[in-house]
């Protein structure tokens, strides 16, 4: 069975920092892309970034662009986001995906992703 599982997730003053992580079991995605997203209360879920299977290229939202960043290790099968300079507008649930398709480039579209987490939760307070 195929399980993407978030850590990481907390409450955070803004301006503060958080490391999330999503390690995936059942299988590996070393070649496979890999995303962020999130969704606030009351909105629809939105890219945050992804990056390609070899870590060679990556995507960011215009809001989260010189704060996140987004890495992997897939020797270990764990997805990263490293978010800096938190505000509380980036207050929600944040969930990591995967692609099923091997290799490719970066994806920002939900419908791309085949596999999802349950997500964290990631409360900044102002």
């Known amino acids: 069975q195929v399980q993407l599982v978030e850590s990481g997730g907390g409450l955070v003053q803004a301006g503060g920092s958080l490391r999330l992580s999503c390690a995936a079991s059942?299988?590996?995605?070393?070649?496979?892309?890999m995303a962020w997203f999130r969704q606030a209360p009351g909105k629809e879920r939105e890219f945050v970034s992804s990056?390609?299977?070899?870590?060679?290229?990556?995507a960011y939202a215009d809001s989260v662009k010189g704060r996140f960043t987004i890495s992997r290790n897939n020797a270990k099968n764990t997805l990263y986001l490293e978010m800096n300079s938190l505000k509380a507008e980036d207050t929600a649930a944040y969930y990591c995906?995967?692609?099923?398709?091997?290799?490719?480039?970066?994806?920002?579209?939900?419908?791309?992703?085949?596999?999802w987490g349950q997500g964290t939760q990631v409360t900044v307070s102002s």
């Open positions: 995906a995967a692609r099923n398709d091997e290799y490719g480039y970066v994806f920002k579209l939900a419908p791309n992703f085949d596999y």
């Open positions: 990056i390609r299977w070899d870590d060679n290229m990556t």
């Open positions: 059942g299988r590996t995605f070393s070649r496979n892309a």
